[in-house]
Each structure stands twice: as structure tokens, then as C-alpha cells.
């Protein structure tokens, strides 16, 4: 009996509801003490003056650092191009100048509000078009020392800070020859990922080494970062990790930990908590990035895309983080999953002096579709054509090559999502009843499953449960305490509840390329697949003695190790084990997994860093909103997907992503932002002003599960949290034009926007 595609109980359910789950933020050490950050209250300026001696006298502080204490050394997950504290010059709003350790919480504060700080302002690199300019200041004028965390660089230069082209031959001449050329611009804002649990970290330096305790989706990467900021071997960082309280993306690289780690040490080894107020961690989070998008395409007279060209220019902050990585994802989205002809592709990330960008679910996907679809309902607009038929004329199918040279073998799964919208929601009924101020949207798009490796130890215990020693994390969708123990318990045949999954600590799990791209089910429920298939041959080795049958003759299920189409003849798990404990040694397995990266053409772009979208799966979503003419606002009142998910492994896991991945799309069509002044500072600096959808502002979802399994999968899974985010804003976008018969192109629609469209 297989517990896969079940409703199982989430592992970490209890202790999340009861409150008994220790989070990052609930932490805390014998004889800890707190620290907190002296952080720039400008964008761009020169340090003139900083002076920390009436602070460090202050009762209760243990270390004040500034610069001159951390070591003279630039970190960076892509680029090593930041620096612990600012030393001369400030980026941002909001980067740390100075950190102080003292005995309590008020105290420190106390102590940084006692650092005597003059900056002189400097001009603030805020526009992207600007930043661009050949006689603009850069943000960073030393950027060629620089040096790739990879060892391989990527085309950058002044405040460009990474580049991505694609120019196949074809385009210039069927731009020429076009019946129209359809252009539009397209604009995006920041989206802050407003997690529950802001950022923390306690560091504790001792017997010479870091260890630091974080709620973190990616703890190989805070190891990796601590080591690079605070010049020391990985191997001289310990991560541990806790209960999450939500990250989305935000959490993937270090934020507190380094500064915790080093205040320890200034501190004699006491350990230091350092915890983000809310203002703090919105101010610097690594938010979505903003963007501008421009779309031009070559049509016939029958809507066929000749040529096409995409220009993103999206904002990089002060600091690169990941983003180099993401500038190619351009490539892979530019022609959305329609056919088109030879397609021009320039993606540039840009630094401005700003908040780092970063990692936020659906990354760059989200604008990008956001500009593809709504210039692709811009062309059946002009056209005269039905927005959905021409979708469908024009829709991927199987062995559909990419412009990256990659073929999508089964993309065909895109015209089943196309019919079980269909089914549910009739687009000729649709169109039939609407009434004034109503629209309807509809969109598709493919995404990848992140494909990092992981790495999983299954051991079996004497009494027949098993544990999952791994350093993945939970990042609140399921994927470890519904996934992993699933595909786990179904393999051992044995209850999901007697299946636990341990906390990750870098010291004693292997490593895993964390909480992020959907990879977690797929890729550490595979190694552990693989692990606990150790483990059952093991377990049948032991077995054969005492059942006196041939190893090929037995099987691992319920509970037992029997000899197949005997079930009476029998053993239970615990009881084996116990044996090997005894003979051969405790039974455990160990498993890693990467997915290759699929066949590409290397020669198709420039900059390259994402070469190809492994494990693809296929969306689409339809929404109906309706207008109110005097207020400007837009309620959304029926949300569609179908979803390709490979296999479920759980229903209300998937569900749940799903529902979570639409809400978040619905708060950056039409709520979120984080608006940047002239000055490069936030307009939006608290979560009253931030605009979060509230549950009013949400219908529930209607779900289609498209399953196709994927053989190289565990159980056939694929990935499932990332791909409902990406088409929201594209929709719901499309279903307002609609409403209202005037094209809206930035995200969020603003109801100051609605209204002067309206009113245009």
C-alpha cells in the first residue's frame, strides 16, 4: 500500500500549531548577549566622521566594530564585490556601518545610537536608464577588481553588472519585411517577500571555530558567506538551522549571521543574537527586483511572430548577490510558450545605489511573463483575433526546440492545461455573460525544477522508525515534512509518522543546495529515495538468514521484510535491525542527487550563467476581475490553474503551494511595491504602508492537477511551489485591459492607474 498522492499529516504540524517549534527568532544560548547594527541612513555618501569611543563606554557593551575590525576582505555568492561594513563610501539605505555587543537588547541600541556617524551625500544612482548612461557615476568606480566567486567571469562593466545576448541572424530583415510591428514597455516594481519571522542569527565563536544558529533556507550558502566575510575555511563555520518562519527567496543568503559570528569573537566567544526590526529587514531585504521590459515583434497578416525582440533592464542594488545568474533567464522566457521566429534577447542587471536585489519565488519569471503576455493579447488585439484561439494557434508543442537549443519533449501538456481550464470555465461563456467593468485574463508559461544537488542519510533505527539526516530545509511549503516523509515511509514501508527528518547542521549532514526552484521534493526526495533503497538491501541481506530464502526472493512492505507471495513467512523491521545492530553493524543508507542540465547550444548567447531549464513543468491560469469605476479597485472574483506536477506526492502540499504561489501573485499585481525615491530610499518603509492582500482580497483557487510523472523523479515528482507565482500578475493584468478597454503595463495596477485609464 503506497502512502504516495495521500493526505499525510505535516511531521512539523504539531509544534508549529502548539507554538512549541523553536524558530530562529525563539533561539537563544546560556549567557547570550544581543547586538545590534549601526546601519547608512543615506543611499550614496562619503564617511566623514566615525567615532565609536562613547559608545564602547557605555555600560554593558562588550565590542563595537566598524571596518578597521572585520577583516579586509569582499564576499559575494556570484561576485565578491561587498565588504562586511561600509569602510569609506555608502551603497544603500540601510547598510550596516558598525555593529555593537552588549548584555541586553536596549542596551546595544543604546550603544549604536551613541556612534557619532557624518556622512557627506554623494549623487544617488536610482534610475535604471540613467545608470546606464556613458557619464553616469558608478556606484562602485572600482568594479574591475571585482573578482568572479566561480573563478569564471561574465560580460560586465562600469554600473552594468552582468549582461545576457542573444542576436541569432534574421531578425533586422524580418522587421523589415513585417505587415506590423507591435511594440510596448512594460514596468515592474520591487516586491518585498514579507515573511512572519524576520531575519536573525546567534553567532558563538569557540575552540576556533564559528557556529552560528539561523532560520535559513540555505545554510551551505550563510557557511559559505560567513567563511568569505570573515576569511576563514568553510570548514571552520558550523551552520545550524531552525524552524522557519517563512523566506521565499529572501533567506538563500546571508544576512545577521556574519555580523553575529564576528561580534562573538570581539566578545570573548559569548554568544550574540542579532535580530532585524521590521523596518530593518524590509529596508534591506533582498527584495524582487524592479525592471523595465520592452517587447517588439515582426507579425504577418495571420498574427505569426517573424522576429522578435526583448530588452529587460532590471535593477541590481548596490550588490550582486545571485542576480548574475538570473540575467538569462530572459532567454528562456522571451518568447513565453508561443512560436515565434529569430528572437533578439538583451538582459542587463544594473547596480544602483539601493537595497541588493534578490531571490524572491518565480524570480524574474514573474515580470517576464507579465510582459509577454500581455504583449502577446496586445497582438491578437490588433490583429481583430480571439486572445485565447490565437494562444492556442501559436502554443508549444512536443519537440518544441528553444532558443537556447534546448527541446521541450513534452510540451504538448501545455494544450491539456489550455483544455481543463477550458472545461471548467468556458472562455465563450465567459465572454458571453460579461457585464460592464468585468474582464477576463488568460496566460500560459514553463518553468524549470531547480536542479542543485542534494544529499540524504536514511538510518534505521532498532525499534523500526527511520531518520532523515539531511541538510535540507523546510521552508514552510511542506516539501521536507510532507515530501521527504513521504517518499521515505513508501519506500520502507512503514507510517509516515515513524519517519523523522532532522534539523540541518552543516557539521553532520551533507550538503544540500536549499529551500529554493521547487527543488526540495524532487531532489532530496530523490537522494533519500535512494538512501532508504540502501537501506532495504541491507535490510534483505540480514533478513535472508533468519527467513533461510534467497535475497532476490524478498521485499521490504508493511512493517516486514517477507518473502514475496508469502507474506506469513515474515519479519518485522525492527526486529532485523536489531540483529545487524548486533552482526553486521546499524543499517543506514546514503544517497545524492543532481539532475543533469539538458542539451543546449552554447553558442546561442552571450553571458550565459543559466544555461537551460531542467525538469520543466507547464501553467496555465485564467482570472475573472471585476472594475469599480469610481474607486479604481480590482477584485479579483475567480482564479483558474492547471498545474503539470509530474506526480503528487501530497494533495494538500501541492494545494497549498498553489494557493500560497496565486496569493502571492495577486499582492504584486495589485497591492505590493516598494517605491524607490529620488534619494534611493524606500517610500514604503513599514508593513501598514507595504499593502499585503488580506484574505478579502483572495477567492479560492480552483486547481487542475495535470500529472505526468517523470520518470528520473521520486515517485515521478517534479517541482510545484514556484510555478504559481509566475502568471498572476500577467492575468490579472490582462483581465483589467480587458474590464476596462485600456492596456495596462506596470505591476502593480495602482487604482490611481485604473482610474486615470478610465478617465484617459
Same mark, same amino acid.
Given at each position: 500500500?503506497?502512502?504516495?498522492?495521500?493526505?499525510?499529516?505535516?511531521?512539523?504540524?504539531?509544534?508549529? $500549531?502548539?507554538?512549541?517549534? /523553536?524558530?530562529?527568532?525563539?533561539?537563544?544560548?546560556?549567557?547570550? &548577549?544581543?547586538?545590534?547594527?549601526?546601519?547608512?541612513?543615506?543611499?550614496?555618501?562619503?564617511?566623514?566622521?566615525?567615532?565609536?569611543?562613547?559608545?564602547?563606554?557605555?555600560?554593558?557593551?562588550? *565590542?563595537?566594530?566598524?571596518?578597521?575590525?572585520?577583516?579586509?576582505?569582499?564576499?559575494?555568492? /556570484?561576485?565578491?564585490?561587498?565588504?562586511?561594513?561600509?569602510?569609506?563610501?555608502?551603497?544603500?539605505?540601510?547598510?550596516?556601518?558598525?555593529?555593537?555587543?552588549?548584555?541586553?537588547?536596549?542596551?546595544?541600541? +543604546?550603544?549604536?545610537?551613541? &556612534?557619532?556617524?557624518?556622512?557627506?551625500?554623494?549623487?544617488?544612482? $536610482?534610475?535604471?536608464?540613467?545608470?546606464?548612461?556613458?557619464?553616469? !557615476?558608478?556606484?562602485?568606480?572600482?568594479?574591475?577588481?571585482? $573578482?568572479?566567486?566561480?573563478?569564471?567571469?561574465?560580460?560586465?562593466?562600469?554600473?552594468? *553588472?552582468?549582461?545576457?545576448?542573444?542576436?541569432?541572424?534574421?531578425?533586422?530583415?524580418?522587421?523589415?519585411?513585417?505587415?506590423?510591428?507591435?511594440?510596448?514597455?512594460?514596468?515592474?516594481?520591487?516586491?518585498?517577500?514579507?515573511?512572519?519571522?524576520?531575519?536573525?542569527?546567534?553567532?558563538?565563536?569557540?575552540?576556533?571555530?564559528?557556529?552560528?544558529?539561523? *532560520?535559513?533556507?540555505?545554510?551551505?550558502?550563510?557557511?559559505?558567506? #560567513?567563511?568569505?566575510?570573515?576569511?576563514?575555511?568553510?570548514?571552520?563555520?558550523?551552520?545550524?538551522?531552525?524552524?522557519?518562519?517563512?523566506?521565499?527567496?529572501?533567506?538563500?543568503?546571508?544576512?545577521?549571521?556574519?555580523?553575529?559570528?564576528? %561580534?562573538?569573537?570581539?566578545?570573548?566567544?559569548?554568544?550574540?543574537?542579532?535580530?532585524?526590526?521590521?523596518?530593518?529587514?524590509?529596508?534591506?531585504?533582498?527584495?524582487?527586483?524592479?525592471?523595465?521590459?520592452?517587447?517588439?515583434?515582426?507579425?504577418?497578416?495571420?498574427?505569426? /511572430?517573424?522576429?522578435?525582440?526583448?530588452?529587460?533592464?532590471?535593477?541590481?542594488?548596490?550588490?550582486?548577490?545571485?542576480?548574475?545568474?538570473?540575467?538569462?533567464?530572459?532567454?528562456?522566457?522571451?518568447?513565453?510558450?508561443?512560436?515565434?521566429?529569430?528572437?533578439?534577447?538583451?538582459?542587463?542587471?544594473?547596480?544602483?545605489?539601493?537595497?541588493?536585489?534578490?531571490?524572491?519565488?518565480?524570480?524574474?519569471?514573474?515580470?517576464?511573463?507579465?510582459?509577454?503576455?500581455?504583449?502577446?493579447?496586445?497582438?491578437?488585439?490588433?490583429?481583430?483575433?480571439?486572445?485565447?484561439?490565437?494562444?492556442?494557434?501559436?502554443?508549444?508543442?512536443?519537440?518544441?526546440?528553444?532558443?537556447?537549443?534546448?527541446?521541450?519533449?513534452?510540451?504538448?501538456?501545455?494544450?491539456?492545461?489550455?483544455?481543463?481550464?477550458?472545461?471548467?470555465?468556458?472562455?465563450?461563456?465567459?465572454?458571453?455573460?460579461?457585464?460592464?467593468?468585468?474582464?477576463?485574463?488568460?496566460?500560459?508559461?514553463?518553468?524549470?525544477?531547480?536542479?542543485?544537488?542534494?544529499?540524504?542519510?536514511?538510518?534505521?533505527?532498532?525499534?523500526? @522508525?527511520? *531518520?532523515?539526516?539531511?541538510?535540507?530545509?523546510?521552508?514552510?511549503?511542506?516539501?521536507?515534512?510532507?515530501?521527504?516523509?513521504? &517518499? #521515505?515511509?513508501?519506500?520502507?514501508?512503514?507510517?509516515?509518522?515513524?519517519?523523522?527528518?532532522?534539523?540541518?547542521?552543516?557539521?553532520?549532514?551533507?550538503?544540500?543546495?536549499?529551500?529554493?526552484?521547487?527543488?526540495?521534493?524532487?531532489?532530496?526526495?530523490?537522494?533519500?529515495?535512494?538512501?532508504?533503497?540502501?537501506?532495504?538491501?541491507?535490510?534483505?541481506?540480514?533478513?535472508?538468514?533468519?527467513?533461510?530464502?534467497?535475497?532476490?526472493?524478498?521485499?521490504?512492505?508493511?512493517?516486514?521484510?517477507?518473502?514475496?507471495?508469502?507474506?506469513?513467512?515474515?519479519?518485522?523491521?525492527?526486529?532485523?535491525?536489531? @540483529?545487524?545492530?548486533?552482526?553486521?553493524?546499524?543499517?543506514?543508507?546514503?544517497?545524492?542527487?543532481?539532475?543533469?542540465?539538458?542539451?543546449?547550444? !552554447?553558442?546561442?548567447?552571450?553571458?550565459?550563467?543559466?544555461?537551460?531549464?531542467?525538469?520543466?513543468?507547464?501553467?496555465?491560469? %485564467?482570472?475573472?476581475?471585476?472594475?469599480?469605476?469610481?474607486?479604481?479597485?480590482?477584485?479579483?472574483?475567480?482564479? %483558474?490553474?492547471?498545474?503539470?506536477?509530474?506526480?503528487?506526492?501530497?494533495?494538500?502540499?501541492?494545494?497549498?503551494? /498553489?494557493?500560497?504561489?496565486?496569493?502571492?501573485?495577486?499582492?504584486? +499585481?495589485?497591492?505590493?511595491?516598494?517605491?524607490?525615491?529620488?534619494?534611493?530610499?524606500?517610500?514604503?518603509?513599514?508593513?501598514?504602508?507595504?499593502?499585503?492582500?488580506?484574505?478579502?482580497?483572495?477567492?479560492?483557487?480552483?486547481?487542475?492537477?495535470?500529472?505526468?510523472?517523470?520518470?528520473?523523479?521520486?515517485?515521478?515528482?517534479?517541482?510545484?511551489?514556484?510555478?504559481?507565482?509566475?502568471?498572476?500578475?500577467?492575468?490579472?493584468?490582462?483581465?483589467?485591459?480587458?474590464?476596462?478597454?485600456?492596456?495596462?503595463?506596470?505591476?502593480?495596477?495602482?487604482?490611481?492607474?485604473?482610474?486615470?485609464? &478610465?478617465?484617459?
Amino acid at each position: 500500500m503506497t502512502v504516495i498522492g495521500e493526505r499525510v499529516p505535516r511531521s512539523d504540524g504539531r509544534s508549529k $500549531v502548539s507554538g512549541e517549534a /523553536v524558530y530562529g527568532v525563539d533561539y537563544s544560548e546560556p549567557g547570550m &548577549i544581543w547586538g545590534a547594527l549601526l546601519r547608512s541612513p543615506v543611499s550614496s555618501g562619503r564617511i566623514t566622521r566615525l567615532d565609536t569611543a562613547a559608545a564602547s563606554a557605555m555600560p554593558g557593551v562588550h *565590542a563595537v566594530l566598524t571596518a578597521a575590525d572585520a577583516p579586509d576582505t569582499y564576499a559575494g555568492w /556570484v561576485l565578491r564585490d561587498q565588504r562586511l561594513f561600509a569602510a569609506d563610501v555608502v551603497h544603500y539605505e540601510g547598510q550596516p556601518v558598525a555593529a555593537v555587543a552588549a548584555d541586553t537588547l536596549a542596551q546595544a541600541r +543604546a550603544a549604536v545610537a551613541a &556612534i557619532e556617524l557624518e556622512i557627506e551625500p554623494l549623487p544617488a544612482v $536610482v534610475d535604471l536608464a540613467e545608470a546606464m548612461a556613458p557619464d553616469a !557615476p558608478l556606484v562602485h568606480p572600482g568594479w574591475e577588481a571585482f $573578482v568572479p566567486t566561480a573563478g569564471e567571469d561574465f560580460p560586465r562593466r562600469g554600473n552594468i *553588472a552582468a549582461e545576457s545576448i542573444s542576436d541569432p541572424p534574421g531578425v533586422d530583415e524580418a522587421f523589415a519585411e513585417a505587415h506590423r510591428v507591435i511594440e510596448d514597455e512594460f514596468v515592474a516594481q520591487r516586491q518585498y517577500q514579507a515573511y512572519i519571522e524576520p531575519k536573525s542569527a546567534v553567532g558563538i565563536f569557540r575552540d576556533g571555530r564559528y557556529t552560528v544558529h539561523t *532560520a535559513h533556507q540555505f545554510p551551505y550558502n550563510v557557511r559559505d558567506r #560567513v567563511s568569505q566575510f570573515l576569511d576563514v575555511r568553510p570548514s571552520a563555520v558550523r551552520v545550524v538551522g531552525h524552524t522557519i518562519g517563512g523566506g521565499f527567496g529572501a533567506k538563500l543568503d546571508a544576512g545577521l549571521e556574519p555580523y553575529a559570528a564576528l %561580534l562573538s569573537r570581539a566578545a570573548g566567544g559569548l554568544a550574540v543574537k542579532l535580530v532585524n526590526t521590521r523596518t530593518e529587514d524590509l529596508l534591506t531585504c533582498p527584495s524582487r527586483e524592479n525592471a523595465i521590459t520592452r517587447l517588439r515583434s515582426a507579425v504577418d497578416e495571420d498574427g505569426n /511572430v517573424l522576429a522578435r525582440e526583448l530588452e529587460v533592464i532590471a535593477d541590481n542594488g548596490a550588490y550582486s548577490g545571485e542576480m548574475p545568474w538570473l540575467a538569462s533567464i530572459a532567454l528562456h522566457c522571451a518568447r513565453g510558450v508561443y512560436r515565434a521566429g529569430p528572437t533578439r534577447v538583451i538582459a542587463r542587471l544594473v547596480y544602483t545605489n539601493t537595497a541588493p536585489t534578490g531571490a524572491f519565488r518565480g524570480v524574474n519569471g514573474t515580470y517576464l511573463y507579465h510582459a509577454v503576455e500581455r504583449h502577446t493579447d496586445h497582438i491578437a488585439s490588433e490583429l481583430g483575433l480571439d486572445r485565447r484561439e490565437y494562444r492556442l494557434r501559436h502554443l508549444f508543442t512536443d519537440g518544441e526546440e528553444l532558443l537556447n537549443g534546448q527541446v521541450l519533449h513534452d510540451a504538448g501538456i501545455l494544450r491539456k492545461g489550455f483544455e481543463a481550464i477550458e472545461t471548467a470555465a468556458p472562455w465563450a461563456e465567459l465572454q458571453a455573460g460579461r457585464r460592464p467593468y468585468r474582464g477576463i485574463g488568460i496566460g500560459a508559461a514553463w518553468w524549470l525544477t531547480n536542479p542543485m544537488p542534494g544529499t540524504a542519510v536514511v538510518k534505521l533505527h532498532e525499534d523500526g @522508525t527511520a *531518520a532523515v539526516i539531511t541538510a535540507a530545509t523546510d521552508n514552510g511549503s511542506g516539501a521536507v515534512s510532507m515530501g521527504v516523509t513521504q &517518499i #521515505v515511509a513508501d519506500r520502507l514501508g512503514i507510517p509516515p509518522s515513524d519517519v523523522y527528518v532532522t534539523m540541518p547542521d552543516t557539521d553532520v549532514a551533507g550538503f544540500d543546495a536549499g529551500s529554493q526552484g521547487s527543488r526540495t521534493t524532487r531532489i532530496v526526495g530523490k537522494a533519500s529515495q535512494i538512501a532508504a533503497d540502501e537501506v532495504i538491501e541491507k535490510l534483505k541481506n540480514v533478513a535472508a538468514g533468519l527467513l533461510e530464502a534467497a535475497v532476490d526472493d524478498l521485499e521490504v512492505a508493511d512493517g516486514t521484510v517477507r518473502v514475496k507471495g508469502a507474506p506469513g513467512n515474515a519479519l518485522p523491521i525492527a526486529q532485523v535491525a536489531v @540483529t545487524a545492530t548486533n552482526t553486521v553493524g546499524p543499517i543506514q543508507g546514503t544517497g545524492s542527487f543532481v539532475t543533469p542540465f539538458p542539451d543546449f547550444n !552554447p553558442g546561442c548567447a552571450t553571458g550565459l550563467m543559466l544555461p537551460s531549464f531542467p525538469t520543466p513543468t507547464y501553467h496555465v491560469h %485564467l482570472a475573472e476581475v471585476e472594475v469599480d469605476p469610481v474607486t479604481g479597485t480590482v477584485r479579483v472574483l475567480r482564479y %483558474l490553474v492547471a498545474q503539470e506536477v509530474g506526480r503528487i506526492i501530497s494533495p494538500d502540499g501541492t494545494y497549498g503551494q /498553489v494557493m500560497g504561489g496565486v496569493t502571492q501573485g495577486i499582492g504584486y +499585481a495589485l497591492h505590493e511595491s516598494l517605491r524607490i525615491g529620488d534619494d534611493g530610499r524606500y517610500r514604503e518603509r513599514t508593513l501598514e504602508s507595504y499593502r499585503l492582500p488580506l484574505a478579502v482580497d483572495v477567492p479560492r483557487v480552483e486547481f487542475f492537477a495535470l500529472e505526468h510523472p517523470d520518470p528520473d523523479g521520486p515517485a515521478g515528482a517534479k517541482g510545484v511551489g514556484e510555478g504559481p507565482v509566475l502568471l498572476p500578475a500577467a492575468v490579472i493584468a490582462n483581465a483589467v485591459s480587458d474590464a476596462i478597454g485600456k492596456p495596462l503595463n506596470s505591476i502593480p495596477i495602482t487604482p490611481e492607474e485604473v482610474l486615470a485609464a &478610465i478617465q484617459s
